[in-house]
């Protein structure tokens, strides 16, 4: 597993019973294999992997913390490019980057503790003027929804910031297992910051296109800045809008993606540009309908999608597929 799951489908599990089942994968990964062991292990299952101290064969649940690393090292800097600085807090936040985010992978590194959450804090505090920032874009948006996902990305951001701390410190988060505050924190900087700015991204082409489709955009746009906040309060312990925050999330960001394929293809010049939105646009759709599947049939034990595979396959279309195609994508077409 190269990357993992967005929390949407964290956030729509029955708590209780997958959090036994993720604890049990946990022990079961970090639990010593044998040398014949190892040579058994069936293709296409636990991955060959190092992390900090460990080497062995170990499966995507055990490989999270790197999706994280991979967000704030490679999504971040690809978003801030993308969108450009735009004011004086934008400018701040691009200069102060390489510290914060320096810190933000010390603190993944380091063993779970007050250290490790001590140093995470700097990372919180780039999120909180990245929030900053996205306020000052919500004032500067004229009411265009294309502008308010934009901002409403740079504010999330901020919420994972939050979790990424809560993560780092190892500290027990109301009734939850200790893997929820990291995959909370990997949907907030994936769902919650990277996807609105994409969605943002592809509006303003339909907006100049004059398409068609525009309400319908408004529409499915309007879901993927809700969504985020519903899946939040799915979190806090409104369990009975988990799922359905869930498809609303996923429904959302699959419509915009359907309609970059009808329509900002078609505006964009450049093989490679228009190769890397059209990979992003089908990963968002296979990636959500997948989170979809797991949102609605997860908690009535219906669901054919494990959770491993869950991370596996939804977590890698939607991270590699979907966010990092798409911001490189939009990149180039700046270039």
Do not use: K
């Not at 999120?127 to 308010?148: D, K, N, Q, Y």
């Not at 969605?199 to 082409?205: D, N, T």
């Not at 089908?282 to 999608?305: D, F, K, Q, R």
């Amino acid at each position: 597993m190269t990357t993992a799951a967005s929390r949407i489908f964290c956030a729509s599990r029955d708590r209780s019973a997958s959090a036994t089942r993720c604890q049990r994968n946990l022990v079961r990964t970090a639990a010593p294999r044998s040398a014949a062991a190892a040579g058994s292990a069936r293709p296409g299952r636990p991955l060959r992997l190092a992390f900090g101290e460990r080497h062995g064969w170990i499966t995507p649940l055990a490989a999270l913390p790197l999706v994280p690393a991979f967000a704030i090292l490679v999504c971040v800097p690809l978003a801030l490019r993308a969108v450009g600085p735009g004011d004086s807090t934008g400018r701040l936040l691009i200069a102060t980057y390489p510290i914060a985010a320096a810190a933000a992978i010390l603190a993944i590194v380091l063993p779970s503790g007050i250290p490790a959450a001590a140093i995470a804090l700097i990372w919180l505090a780039f999120t909180v003027l990245a929030a900053l920032h996205g306020l000052t874009r919500v004032f500067g948006s004229s009411g265009r929804i294309e502008e308010l996902c934009i901002a409403v990305g740079f504010m999330y951001l901020a919420v994972g910031g939050g979790w990424l701390v809560l993560w780092r410190s190892g500290l027990p988060v109301m009734d939850f297992g200790e893997h929820v505050p990291l995959l909370t924190a990997i949907h907030f900087h994936y769902a919650g910051f990277a996807s609105p700015i994409l969605v943002g991204f592809v509006g303003r082409e339909v907006r100049a296109a004059g398409s068609r489709f525009w309400p319908l955009y408004v529409g499915a746009a309007s879901l993927v800045i809700v969504g985020p906040a519903l899946v939040a309060l799915g979190i806090a312990g409104v369990r009975q809008i988990e799922a359905p925050a869930a498809a609303i999330l996923a429904s959302g960001t699959a419509v915009v993606a359907l309609i970059a394929v009808a329509t900002v293809l078609t505006r964009v010049r450049g093989m490679v540009a228009r190769g890397l939105l059209a990979v992003s646009s089908a990963a968002a759709i296979v990636a959500m309908t997948l989170a979809t599947l797991y949102a609605v049939g997860n908690p009535l034990e219906i669901s054919a999608i494990g959770l491993e595979d869950m991370v596996r396959w939804h977590g890698s279309f939607n991270a590699l597929g979907y966010v990092f195609c798409g911001l490189l994508g939009w990149n180039v077409r700046r270039m």
